[in-house]
Nanobody, 126 residues
Framework: QVQLVESGGGLVQAGGSLRLSCAASLRPFSSRTMGWFRQSLGKEREFVAG????????SYADSAKGRFTISRDNAKNTVYLQMNSLKPEDTAVYYC???????????????????WGQGTQVTVAS
């Protein structure tokens, strides 16, 4: 069954903004660390941002700091990625990921996440 569904991707001009959403049918949601990753052609999947279930602490890749913001709405079982000042090098498929519930930490490695969405394409035109 589908457990993480991303949306909000698309084509945007450089300097523009997009907000990605990830709707989770995983239960419980509020006790899971959530993450966003991305993968561009010919490259490995890489961490973009993560948000803990404890206190909402967040972490960002250097490439995302100052431009992207991760947030979550536990009432809606949704995690968001607000992306501003987009650059052509941000072009990739963006994936939402979830850890098992009540697992501490905010990792930035693909194997540390247990559930994945199907991805949403983000294309930034120069």
């Amino acid at each position: 069954q589908v457990q993480l569904v991303e949306s909000g991707g698309g084509l945007v001009q450089a300097g523009g903004s997009l907000r990605l959403s990830c709707a989770a049918s995983l239960r419980p949601f509020s006790s899971r660390t959530m993450g966003w990753f991305r993968q561009s052609l010919g490259k490995e999947r890489e961490f973009v941002a993560g948000i803990q279930w404890t206190g909402g602490s967040s972490s960002y890749a250097d490439s995302a700091k100052g431009r992207f913001t991760i947030s979550r709405d536990n009432a809606k079982n949704t995690v968001y990625l607000q992306m501003n000042s987009l650059k052509p090098e941000d072009t990739a498929v963006y994936y939402c990921a979830a850890r098992k519930p009540l697992v501490p930490g905010l990792p930035d490695k693909v194997p540390e996440y247990d559930y994945w969405g199907q991805g949403t394409q983000v294309t930034v035109a120069s």
